[in-house]
């Protein structure tokens, strides 16, 4: 077992660790720890707050997520059984989980998304030049995190001036550290600030529709009612946490990626049809989403004796790295044939945003290498990446 995890007995018969998935570490550190504790076991228990079960046997991860009657998404984090807040359709069953996914399908489909392609591009393209004659930037800060918000607050209609004020509240909900942050009061007040502002885009719109993606999910009805105020701010936070952090996490890996493989920069720069299967290659073998799940009732998975009302962490990196599953699975191939892994999960609450979020990657990757054919990482940084989501922290590039 690895080192970074200390023993801590056995539960109900199985190996309990010390396990705590909020800790950041050194760069890839998370996914190899992965690899390492699947080699060994098909599941444990971890013994961080009330305690909670992980499964690392990849197919049983997949089947748990597509199970919906046994796996609930009531909660979807391990360490809170019973939290007192909603996000819509996440935390949703079917068949309501079911009806909110009709509606937000057109939205999200893939001719609504195709028919963004050309404005992508030009937010992608425009923020590359800003900084292609500066010669290093943190990619992280001046392009990953930025184009994906962006385009997301075009597609809901929200003002571009808020861009800074909605970097900084991401920074602060997702990437304060311990030491930064130690009794979670940013953290909490840039959520009190996030859902404050939603509540006044909604007011703002029931007074006055305009033509976005807000005002019309507004008009939405479930079983012939209106979507309440109440469920619209519940979708909007949803839409912020699963939206914003994730496009950017995929791009630092994928420059990380091919800072770190020039010959692989070189073949998708002389051959940009490369780039399609390297995208997804690179969600794949850096998988960074953990999902949870609350057992309704008593079953077995993973080797896990799982009770009723128990949680179970299921993540997604011992599913896409798996030996059983793909040859060579730690390498992105670029031109490996079944790429079907599951970055975007699996079952009714597979990612909505998965069409939008690959044409903004395949958008970026070809932008940045069409105008920055040419980089490595600067010398001297410390690389770390963050726990829950295993995204870089900051990378420093140079060309
Ligand atoms: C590379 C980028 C992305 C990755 C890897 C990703 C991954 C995921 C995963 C793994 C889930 C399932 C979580 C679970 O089973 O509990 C999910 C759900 C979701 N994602 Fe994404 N996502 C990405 C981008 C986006 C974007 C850009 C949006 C929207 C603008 C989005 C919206 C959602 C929503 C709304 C859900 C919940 C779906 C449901 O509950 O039915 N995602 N995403």
Redesign the pocket.
Same mark, same amino acid.
Request: some cysteine; glycine content about 6%.
């Given at each position: 077992m690895s080192a970074t995890l200390e023993p801590d007995g056995t539960h109900q018969g199985v190996p309990a660790y010390h396990f705590d998935n909020r800790l950041g570490g050194p760069v890839l550190s998370h996914q190899e720890r992965w690899d390492e504790i699947a080699r060994t076991h098909s599941g444990f228990r971890s013994t961080t707050a009330r305690g909670y079960w992980v499964v690392t046997e990849g197919e049983a991860v997949q089947q748990a &997520?597509q199970d919906w009657r046994t796996f609930s998404?009531q909660s979807?984090t391990a360490l809170d059984p019973d939290p007192r807040f909603l996000w819509i /359709?996440?935390m949703l069953d079917p068949p309501q989980?079911t009806a909110w =996914?009709r509606l937000l399908g057109s939205a999200f489909s893939p001719k609504t998304v195709a028919a963004r392609e050309p404005e992508i591009r030009e937010v992608a393209s425009g923020l590359i030049d800003e900084l292609k004659d500066s010669g290093s930037a943190d990619v992280l800060d001046s392009f990953a995190r930025r184009f /994906?918000t962006l385009i $997301?607050m075009r597609l809901m209609g929200l003002p571009e001036q808020d861009l800074p004020q909605f970097l900084d509240w991401i920074h602060d909900l997702l990437h304060l550290s311990h030491g930064e942050d130690p009794h979670g009061e940013r953290q909490l007040s840039a959520m009190n600030a996030v859902s404050e502002y939603f509540e006044q885009q909604i007011a703002i719109r029931r007074e006055a529709p305009r033509d976005d993606l807000l005002s019309r999910a507004m008009t939405w009805t479930i079983d012939d009612e209106p979507i309440s105020d109440r469920d619209m701010h519940a979708f909007c936070i &949803?839409?912020f946490q @699963? +939206?914003f952090d994730?496009?950017p996490i995929?791009i630092g890996w994928a420059l990380y990626h091919f800072a770190t493989h020039p010959e692989q920069r070189r073949a998708i720069v002389e051959d940009p049809a490369l780039i399609p299967t390297a995208v997804e290659e690179i969600?794949r073998v850096y998988s960074f989403?953990v /999902?949870a799940r609350k057992a309704t009732q008593d079953v077995e998975i993973g080797g896990c004796p799982v009770r009723a009302g128990e949680m179970v962490m299921l993540p997604?990196a011992v599913s896409n790295r798996d030996p059983e599953r793909f040859d060579r699975p730690l390498e992105v191939d670029l031109r490996r044939k079944a790429t079907n892994h599951i @970055? $975007? +999960?699996s079952g009714?609450? =597979?990612?909505? +945003?998965?069409h939008? @979020?690959r044409l903004e &990657?395949n958008v970026a990757v070809e932008a940045w290498h069409r105008r920055i054919p040419d980089y490595g990482i600067t010398a001297g940084q410390d690389l770390e990446q963050h726990g829950n989501m295993y995204g870089i922290k900051q990378l420093r590039l140079e060309w």
């Amino acid at each position: 077992m690895s080192a970074t995890l200390e023993p801590d007995g056995t539960h109900q018969g199985v190996p309990a660790y010390h396990f705590d998935n909020r800790l950041g570490g050194p760069v890839l550190s998370h996914q190899e720890r992965w690899d390492e504790i699947a080699r060994t076991h098909s599941g444990f228990r971890s013994t961080t707050a009330r305690g909670y079960w992980v499964v690392t046997e990849g197919e049983a991860v997949q089947q748990a &997520l597509q199970d919906w009657r046994t796996f609930s998404n009531q909660s979807v984090t391990a360490l809170d059984p019973d939290p007192r807040f909603l996000w819509i /359709p996440e935390m949703l069953d079917p068949p309501q989980h079911t009806a909110w =996914r009709r509606l937000l399908g057109s939205a999200f489909s893939p001719k609504t998304v195709a028919a963004r392609e050309p404005e992508i591009r030009e937010v992608a393209s425009g923020l590359i030049d800003e900084l292609k004659d500066s010669g290093s930037a943190d990619v992280l800060d001046s392009f990953a995190r930025r184009f /994906p918000t962006l385009i $997301f607050m075009r597609l809901m209609g929200l003002p571009e001036q808020d861009l800074p004020q909605f970097l900084d509240w991401i920074h602060d909900l997702l990437h304060l550290s311990h030491g930064e942050d130690p009794h979670g009061e940013r953290q909490l007040s840039a959520m009190n600030a996030v859902s404050e502002y939603f509540e006044q885009q909604i007011a703002i719109r029931r007074e006055a529709p305009r033509d976005d993606l807000l005002s019309r999910a507004m008009t939405w009805t479930i079983d012939d009612e209106p979507i309440s105020d109440r469920d619209m701010h519940a979708f909007c936070i &949803l839409l912020f946490q @699963a +939206g914003f952090d994730t496009v950017p996490i995929s791009i630092g890996w994928a420059l990380y990626h091919f800072a770190t493989h020039p010959e692989q920069r070189r073949a998708i720069v002389e051959d940009p049809a490369l780039i399609p299967t390297a995208v997804e290659e690179i969600l794949r073998v850096y998988s960074f989403v953990v /999902p949870a799940r609350k057992a309704t009732q008593d079953v077995e998975i993973g080797g896990c004796p799982v009770r009723a009302g128990e949680m179970v962490m299921l993540p997604l990196a011992v599913s896409n790295r798996d030996p059983e599953r793909f040859d060579r699975p730690l390498e992105v191939d670029l031109r490996r044939k079944a790429t079907n892994h599951i @970055a $975007f +999960g699996s079952g009714p609450h =597979r990612c909505l +945003g998965s069409h939008l @979020a690959r044409l903004e &990657l395949n958008v970026a990757v070809e932008a940045w290498h069409r105008r920055i054919p040419d980089y490595g990482i600067t010398a001297g940084q410390d690389l770390e990446q963050h726990g829950n989501m295993y995204g870089i922290k900051q990378l420093r590039l140079e060309w």
